[in-house]
């Protein structure tokens, strides 16, 4: 049996940053992904300016391979019924639109960690001075034995299903799918990701071109029809933006989210020797960007972990208290007054309004107001609408959400 300091689950980029911290600190760390390398991942790509200085800080410039045509992004456009259209620039120029299947691979390889690939964890026992990881290989069972462990290994996460069996329950899930279709004729500007506040395409639409072909993407309820949710998408875009699309190719993707935690400011750190970061522990910023917390985040509990050993310091403490500039940062982009006053995202928002006629201006409030209202439907959506408001007046994020 391997015994190292840290096993890391999934070889994305919580992982990446993460296993950056553990071995420039010189801790021996293993990642474990499920996956042969380098392995697909869906995801637009679209990395928010944060993300990016993030990537070039600890792992230096991006080669060509870990990005996608278009190579770069300008910001986001958001749709309104009303068919007022608003784009919005990052704040400090353009970033790149990355390949995630090579870009994660690059980060982890950058990391220096040593990586085993199609690798599945499957379970775990936290024996107090040490972890015993249980794997399988290639469908043979493996065991490492660690001092500690980072679940970084996506919404689904095994390694909080290990932890806390109960939890899948009791957060909001949804689903994305996203079709990929040749372009006949495509109006919207390609420099832009593109999204709709539009109660009646659904509650997370968007669009954009990758390598020469056009992305359609929609969320969906567990039981809703992709396919028909998806024809209505792409005929809406037609008839009301003239995007003239060729039928979907097969290729088509979808997966389910752990929508909501940041919404609602109920993150999950872990437990024991065991961390949980990115993704897997609710970072998941507005409009669905997550790889520039998912790198912030996995870094801290790299830190957290070599810190707690040098002042021999429960590593949960230490992770919990080093955290918490991240949960202010990524709960603050969905803090109504934050957004109305503030600029807590990375495309300036205020800015993008102000630059619309008072009428225009007057139509999206109202149209955003509607989209919001949407929200309500969910099983979870009183709750996150008594979280967002709430927030603000009480003017802090409570211990008591966080495990
Ligand atoms: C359709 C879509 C579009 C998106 N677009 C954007 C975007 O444009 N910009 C943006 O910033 N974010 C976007 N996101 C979100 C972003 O992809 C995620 O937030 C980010 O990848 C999270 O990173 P992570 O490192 O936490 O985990 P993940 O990227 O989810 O990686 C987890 C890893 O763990 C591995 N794993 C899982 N289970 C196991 C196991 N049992 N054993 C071993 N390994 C395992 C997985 O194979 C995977 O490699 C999008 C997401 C979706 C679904």
Same mark, same amino acid.
């Given at each position: 049996m @391997?015994?190292?300091?840290?096993?890391?689950?999934?070889?994305?980029? /919580?992982?990446?940053? /993460?296993?950056?911290? =553990?071995?420039?600190?010189?801790?021996?760390?293993?990642?474990?992904?499920?996956?042969?390398?380098? @392995?697909?991942?869906?995801?637009?790509?679209?990395l928010s300016p944060r993300?990016?200085?993030?990537?070039?800080?600890?792992?230096?410039?991006?080669?060509?391979?870990?990005?996608?045509?278009?190579?770069?992004?300008?910001?986001?456009?958001?749709?309104?019924?009303? &068919?007022?259209?608003?784009? &919005?620039?990052?704040?400090?120029?353009t970033t790149p639109h990355l390949h995630r299947k090579y870009s994660d691979h690059w980060a982890i390889q950058s990391s220096g960690a040593e990586v085993h690939d199609q690798t599945s964890f499957v379970g775990l026992q936290d024996n107090g001075d040490h972890v015993i990881v249980k794997a399988r290989k290639n469908g043979e069972?493996? %065991?490492?034995?660690?001092?500690?462990?980072?679940?970084?290994?996506?919404?689904?996460?095994?390694?909080?299903?290990?932890?806390?069996?109960?939890?899948?329950q009791t957060i909001p899930w949804f689903f994305v799918g996203q079709?990929?279709?040749?372009?006949?004729?495509?109006?919207?500007? %390609?420099?832009?990701?593109?999204?709709?506040?539009?109660?009646? =395409?659904?509650?997370?639409?968007?669009?954009? /071109? @990758?390598?020469?072909r056009q992305i359609v993407g929609v969320g969906f309820k567990s039981g809703d029809n992709f396919a028909k949710k998806h024809a209505v998408v792409q005929q809406y875009m037609e008839d009301k933006h003239g995007v003239k699309l060729k039928p979907a190719s097969d290729d088509h993707e979808g997966c389910a989210e752990n929508f909501g935690p940041s919404l609602i400011n109920r993150y999950v750190f872990g437990k024991g020797n065991v961390l949980v970061t990115g993704q897997a522990a609710g970072f998941l910023n507005m409009i669905g960007e997550g790889m520039s917390c998912?790198?912030?985040?996995?870094?801290?509990?790299?830190?957290?972990?070599? %810190?707690?050993?040098?002042?021999?310091?429960p590593v949960q403490d230490m992770y919990r208290r080093m955290i918490a500039s991240e949960v202010r940062r990524t709960s603050d982009q969905w803090n109504p007054l934050k957004i109305a006053f503030d600029k807590p995202h990375e495309a300036d928002f205020p800015a993008a309004l102000m630059a619309l006629s008072w009428g225009d201006r007057?139509?999206?409030?109202?149209?955003?107001?509607?989209?919001?209202?949407?929200?309500?439907?969910?099983?979870?959506?009183? %709750?996150?609408?008594?979280?967002a408001l709430q927030r603000p007046l009480v003017g802090g994020y409570p211990m008591k959400h966080w495990r």
């Amino acid at each position: 049996m @391997r015994n190292v300091d840290v096993i890391i689950v999934g070889a994305s980029l /919580a992982a990446a940053a /993460a296993a950056k911290r =553990l071995v420039d600190a010189g801790l021996e760390t293993i990642v474990l992904e499920r996956q042969k390398l380098p @392995r697909h991942k869906i995801c637009s790509g679209i990395l928010s300016p944060r993300g990016h200085r993030f990537l070039l800080e600890n792992f230096g410039p991006l080669p060509r391979e870990t990005m996608h045509e278009p190579t770069a992004c300008r910001g986001v456009t958001f749709h309104f019924p009303s &068919m007022v259209s608003m784009p &919005m620039d990052f704040f400090g120029g353009t970033t790149p639109h990355l390949h995630r299947k090579y870009s994660d691979h690059w980060a982890i390889q950058s990391s220096g960690a040593e990586v085993h690939d199609q690798t599945s964890f499957v379970g775990l026992q936290d024996n107090g001075d040490h972890v015993i990881v249980k794997a399988r290989k290639n469908g043979e069972p493996v %065991e490492y034995r660690a001092r500690n462990v980072i679940g970084a290994d996506g919404p689904s996460s095994p390694v909080i299903r290990a932890i806390y069996p109960d939890y899948p329950q009791t957060i909001p899930w949804f689903f994305v799918g996203q079709k990929f279709h040749e372009i006949i004729e495509c109006p919207l500007d %390609e420099e832009y990701f593109h999204f709709w506040f539009h109660p009646g =395409l659904g509650h997370y639409t968007w669009s954009h /071109a @990758r390598d020469g072909r056009q992305i359609v993407g929609v969320g969906f309820k567990s039981g809703d029809n992709f396919a028909k949710k998806h024809a209505v998408v792409q005929q809406y875009m037609e008839d009301k933006h003239g995007v003239k699309l060729k039928p979907a190719s097969d290729d088509h993707e979808g997966c389910a989210e752990n929508f909501g935690p940041s919404l609602i400011n109920r993150y999950v750190f872990g437990k024991g020797n065991v961390l949980v970061t990115g993704q897997a522990a609710g970072f998941l910023n507005m409009i669905g960007e997550g790889m520039s917390c998912a790198l912030h985040s996995g870094a801290i509990s790299g830190e957290a972990i070599v %810190e707690a050993r040098l002042r021999n310091r429960p590593v949960q403490d230490m992770y919990r208290r080093m955290i918490a500039s991240e949960v202010r940062r990524t709960s603050d982009q969905w803090n109504p007054l934050k957004i109305a006053f503030d600029k807590p995202h990375e495309a300036d928002f205020p800015a993008a309004l102000m630059a619309l006629s008072w009428g225009d201006r007057a139509k999206v409030m109202k149209d955003i107001w509607n989209f919001i209202v949407l929200y309500k439907e969910f099983k979870w959506g009183r %709750e996150i609408f008594k979280a967002a408001l709430q927030r603000p007046l009480v003017g802090g994020y409570p211990m008591k959400h966080w495990r």
